[in-house]
């Protein structure tokens, strides 16, 4: 069933099994843990005022012909980009946090166009394959997105590091599909998640074709491992009665997403190699990105 609001949205979380690791020990169930929740919660406000605010918070889709979550909508309009804006803020208005699925819309959209073009220049049907997966995450209600990569020595390129996983990259190509092996860092809501769409975080040469590379994994897929956490201060949010809390029901999350030779289908990816693209995806992912904290 489609999720509906912030309570289907967390029961859809539970049991998933996911390998999530906190200060060294694993998490058996995400969705209780006392740190994780107000992350969870804050997701589930998007949700929530999608049903409280339909005019604000959802949008016709032109995949599906219904309303859809603006989260996993097309802009298709500069009104579209501009009500997306208005969504934005008033979820900080009611959260005071990060609500974590910016990554995922930003990455559908500027992806839209990026896939559009390749496959207009060279013949591919990405673009296809991205309207398959948008038209899914529509209908069911979804969230998920990936960006930054762990990039090591920053003077080098993905190609020229010590250790070849800092990126993402394939380690191999087999009839079905893709190989991925690497690490994603700061991944925003990724546990929160039910897919992750892995990209390219910068401008790539021909030698960096295995990290030109984009696709979509299930969060629940048994190659990712999840590492919560990223500051010094992650500890405080269980010293209850000690100090200030701050803002205790809603929170933002990171983690670092280690990927073990994670298969993906070809019907799942939507770059392969198409290294003078990377630059493109990169400027138009960031530009919406920024453009949702004006």
């Given at each position: 069933m489609p999720i509906r609001n912030g309570?289907?949205?967390?029961?859809?979380?539970?049991?998933r099994g996911l390998r999530v690791f906190y200060m060294g020990e694993?998490?058996?169930e995400q969705v209780d843990?006392?740190?994780?929740?107000?992350?969870i919660n804050a997701v589930a406000a998007t949700y929530d005022l999608a049903v409280a605010d339909p005019e604000l918070a959802t949008a016709r889709s032109e995949l599906t012909g219904e309303r859809?979550?603006?989260f996993a909508h097309?802009?298709?309009?500069a009104d579209d980009v501009v009500m997306q804006n208005h969504m934005q803020r008033r979820l900080g208005q009611l959260t005071g946090t990060c609500?974590?699925?910016c990554v995922g819309m930003d990455a559908i959209n500027s992806l839209w166009s990026v896939t559009f073009e390749m496959d207009r220049d060279n013949g591919t049907d990405y673009h296809a394959r991205l309207r398959t997966l948008v038209e899914h995450v529509q209908r069911e209600n979804l969230v998920g997105g990936a960006m930054t990569d762990a990039k090591g020595d920053r003077s080098r390129g993905p190609s020229e590091q010590d250790d070849p996983d800092l990126f993402?990259?394939?380690v191999r190509r087999t009839e079905r599909g893709l190989v991925l092996r690497g690490a994603k860092m700061h991944q925003t809501g990724c546990i929160n998640s039910h897919w992750l769409v892995v990209m390219p975080t910068m401008r790539l040469t021909e030698a960096d074709r295995d990290y030109a590379v984009v696709a979509a994994v299930p969060v629940d897929d048994p190659g990712?491992?999840?590492v919560y956490g990223r500051q010094s201060c992650d500890m405080q949010a269980l010293e209850d009665g000690t100090i200030d809390q701050g803002n205790a029901r809603f929170g933002g999350q990171e983690a670092m997403v280690v990927l073990d030779d994670v298969e993906v289908p070809f019907e799942r990816v939507f770059m392969d190699g198409e290294t003078n693209y990377a630059a493109d995806l990169v400027e138009r992912f960031t530009t919406f990105h920024r453009r949702s904290y004006v």
């Amino acid at each position: 069933m489609p999720i509906r609001n912030g309570a289907d949205y967390i029961a859809s979380l539970r049991g998933r099994g996911l390998r999530v690791f906190y200060m060294g020990e694993k998490v058996e169930e995400q969705v209780d843990h006392p740190v994780i929740r107000p992350s969870i919660n804050a997701v589930a406000a998007t949700y929530d005022l999608a049903v409280a605010d339909p005019e604000l918070a959802t949008a016709r889709s032109e995949l599906t012909g219904e309303r859809v979550n603006r989260f996993a909508h097309v802009a298709g309009s500069a009104d579209d980009v501009v009500m997306q804006n208005h969504m934005q803020r008033r979820l900080g208005q009611l959260t005071g946090t990060c609500f974590q699925r910016c990554v995922g819309m930003d990455a559908i959209n500027s992806l839209w166009s990026v896939t559009f073009e390749m496959d207009r220049d060279n013949g591919t049907d990405y673009h296809a394959r991205l309207r398959t997966l948008v038209e899914h995450v529509q209908r069911e209600n979804l969230v998920g997105g990936a960006m930054t990569d762990a990039k090591g020595d920053r003077s080098r390129g993905p190609s020229e590091q010590d250790d070849p996983d800092l990126f993402v990259r394939v380690v191999r190509r087999t009839e079905r599909g893709l190989v991925l092996r690497g690490a994603k860092m700061h991944q925003t809501g990724c546990i929160n998640s039910h897919w992750l769409v892995v990209m390219p975080t910068m401008r790539l040469t021909e030698a960096d074709r295995d990290y030109a590379v984009v696709a979509a994994v299930p969060v629940d897929d048994p190659g990712l491992t999840f590492v919560y956490g990223r500051q010094s201060c992650d500890m405080q949010a269980l010293e209850d009665g000690t100090i200030d809390q701050g803002n205790a029901r809603f929170g933002g999350q990171e983690a670092m997403v280690v990927l073990d030779d994670v298969e993906v289908p070809f019907e799942r990816v939507f770059m392969d190699g198409e290294t003078n693209y990377a630059a493109d995806l990169v400027e138009r992912f960031t530009t919406f990105h920024r453009r949702s904290y004006v």
